[in-house]
Structure formats: structure tokens, C-alpha cells
DNA sequence: TTTAATATTGCAAAATATTGCACAATACAT
DNA sequence: ATGTATTGTGCAATATTTTGCAATATTAAA
């Protein structure tokens, strides 16, 4: 086998994961651990990935310290990104929210897939650049330096202009009485505006922010149409969820 | 066998595979692995294919990292953006094109200097990222994935917003008669808008860009308050320019 | 801390590349 | 045709790169 052979495989495995093992890869290429090592140190050395300890995780092209907050180790996200693709279909206007879920789903698309995307989000913007079949509409604005995207009233209008399929949106808490809600509130109103431009709403949200609240309001729980989780969807703290008609993932 | 049979041969396979091994094709083409080692280099000279260690794949045009461009055309508009750094001073809102001149000023920009910085550029922002005193106002609108600015209606309607103390223009093409025209209408429609929001305008021009024309419009020579260039400002092909008013730098 | 996992380094064997060269095939001029 | 220059080909000697292994160092976790 090709050392190029190897490194398309492993650049391969990093568009769908967030993440690859050495030893995994080692028995995938049938080769030893030292030379998936090497491998990866080349890629990394021509910036295609980053290398970690154990093995080696996708290069985001976006800004450093945005880049820093993923938590890779946590498969949390992966696994809600994983199963929100299932609702993404070729054609579709979809709204990306400006949060590490959204991202993740981004950096998994298929390459193929054709999209209308509308966002406020710099890093997602940096990933769908090398997706020839994404048309992106990005939300003018005031750039929050901390969380890089656009937010007030500019942000606001853009998003009024349209009515788009879907809208995926990065939870800070969910409660079925209290509703969604963020802690800041500019991010607040802009995805309220995200949401209200959606027939759609997917939720994102790992499970521990269940049942919590935060300072400001973003819509109603029945709003969503589709709360994605980590957890199997049998779970019984779902319950409640579904009894107003939203499914679980 | 004639040699261009072989490479006809080696070039279809590569159409089919993502490699080639010189084992296989020195069996297929009945010559030594000597031979298709010498075949695949010359071909990898023409740029159709990649030679790689024990074979070939095919030649990825690789996506042009618009950050990755700067270094190439560096020199000139290195002068020129360190030239430009002295018409900013604090406290201005200052408008940032999208073409790479503007980028080479916002990486030489001082991180303590104080401004309001309107843009449609995606690789500015990133860069502005780190300035802590540089209050960024992005335009939305329509992503041009070539060269990464946002166009369309919607980033001219932003522009329109403002009236900012100085325009940094990067120019394709001036012309003391036909005035500053580029290659691309709706880009071209962009940087009239931002000239029109502008007090005083920043003509950012490599000396061969001078006494030239492209297809579309951007503005009258005249509205141009300074012609940064990479050449000695006593130039005497300049002239033309000063009899307008128009300061040389 | 101790312990286990992972990285790094040096090294030798194997695979592959490069080079120089002899010779064959072809082209090209007379 | 004939000789000559040019190019293409295979072979062998040599150089380089790749790879796996083992010894050692480093890191993360208990």
C-alpha cells in the first residue's frame, strides 16, 4: 500500500470522526503503530490535521482560540452531530446556530451535499468553504470576538429575510416548562430570529442541559421539532418531551 | 510499445484508481520498473499526475488556502501595506477591502491601535480576530468562495450604514481617464458602495496596475485621496495623477 | 506517588530511488 | 543507404527512504 494511500485514508476517516486512534488505524492500514505516528506527524507537519496524544483529530481551518474549546475527548457532541446529519436532505435551506454542535455537524457533512446554508458563525464558515455544493449566506453584524459570530440587529435582519427548512440550533438549556434559554442575551435574540426564519427547529443538546434554565429566553419547548441528544431515546426522562409532541433522537 | 501509449495507459488508470504501483504497471506495460518510474516523472513534470514513492495518484489541484496566497505575492504589496499603516490613526473607522493588500495592512496592524473596522473579508476577520482594540462590523450577504468576501445586495445595503474616515481600497486596475475599473461585476459593486460610505479613499496599487482597465466600473479617478504604490512617489509616470489632486505615496 | 499508556530515539532490514553506463531503437542529415 | 546524433531502455551499483523493533523517556491517570 501507498504511504498516499494511507494518508487519503486517514484524512478520510477524519472527515466523518472527530477523531482517530492509533491503534485503530494501525490494524485498519496493516501497518505498525509507529509508522500511523509518522504518518500522522507528516499531515500534521502540512497542516491537514492535528496531531494529539493517541492519535490525531481534524485541522480546523477556523480561528486558534475558537478552535481550543472543542472538547475533542468528549464524544458527547460527536454522537448528537452524528445523528442530526439524518435529517440534513440535498436541496435544503438550512441555519447553522453559532455553537461547537453546529460546528461539529459542519465538519461531517458530505462533500456532496447540496445546501443552502445561512449563518452568523465564522468557523462554520471556514469549514463549508471546501464544499463546492454549499451556497453560504452569512449574517452581517458586529463581531463577538469571544464566541466569533455576528450578533445585533444587523445579524437580526438578515435572518428575517428568510424562511428556511431547518434550523440547527445549539442548546445551553433546555426546560420543558421554562422553555430554551442562553446565557447572553444578544446570542438569545439572534437564534430567537434564527428560529422564528425556520419551519424546523433541531435541538442540540447533550443531556445534561435538560431540565435547566438559563437568564434569557429563546423560545418555547414545543417550538422544536426535533430534540438531538446522546443518550438513547428510550430514555424515560424523554418522556416528558415527547408528551408535546417533539421526537427524541 | 510507443512511450505515449504508456502514458495514455497510465494516465486512464489514474482516471479509474487513486494509485497506481510501478510493480503492477511495469507488468501491464511489459518494461522495467525503471522505465515507469521515468514515465511517471515525466508525466508528474507535466503536472497530470503525482509521483509518490512505489507509484503514482492523481494530481490534486489542491484548494488554494486564500491565507496560504499571501505569501506568494508578497514583496510589492508588502511596501505598499507598510507604506499605508501611517493614514491610520486612532479612533478612525476605517473600511477594509477584500483583496489581499487590505490583508497584508491588517497583519502589519499595531495590536494596540484603536479602530472600528468594517469589512466584507472573511481572512480580515480572522486576522482582526486577535487585536483587542479593533471593533469588527462584518457586512453579510452572499460568500464568494474564491476570494472569500461576502457580495450581493445584502453587503451593499451594510456599507451603505456607514460613513467611515477612510476606505483602504486594493485596485485592479487605474486609469487617469477611465478611472479604477476590476474584473468582477458584483465585486466591483461592493467596492463602489464602500467608496461612496468613505470621507477619503486609500487606492492600494502595485505600480503595474497603473494605466491600465478592466471591464467593470468602481469609481473616477479623482475620488481617490492617496495612490499607495511600491514604487518611489517622484516617479515621474505619476504626474498625470497629481495635476488630479491626488496624493502619491 | 505509582502505574500504564503513549512518545521518542536509535537502529537495522527492506523497499524504493538515483545514478552511471552500455546498448538498442529511432531520427536525421548527408 | 550510411553514418551520426538523439533518445529510450534495462541493468547494476549506490544512495535514500520507509518501516518495525527495542530501549528509553515522557505523559496522563489512578
Redesign the pocket.
Known sequence: ???EE?FQIILDQLGHEQKV???HLSTLL??????????I?ELADQGLLK?????AVPHSPGPHHFRDRIKY?NDQKQIIAKKALQFLKDGQVVIFDGGTSAMLIAQMLPKDLKLTVITNSFPIVSILEEHEHVEVLFAGGRLLKDSFVTIGNDAIQFFKKFRADICLLGICSIHADLGVTGPDFEESEVKRTMIESSKEVIALATTEKLGTAEAYYVCRTERLSVIVTDKESDNEEFDIYRKLGISLV
Chains 1, 2 share one sequence.
Open positions: 500500500m501507498l504511504k494511507r486512534y492509533l491503534g496493516n501497518v505498525s503503530e509507529d509508522t500511523v505516528r509518522r504518518d506527524k496531531s494529539v496524544r493517541g492519535g475527548d
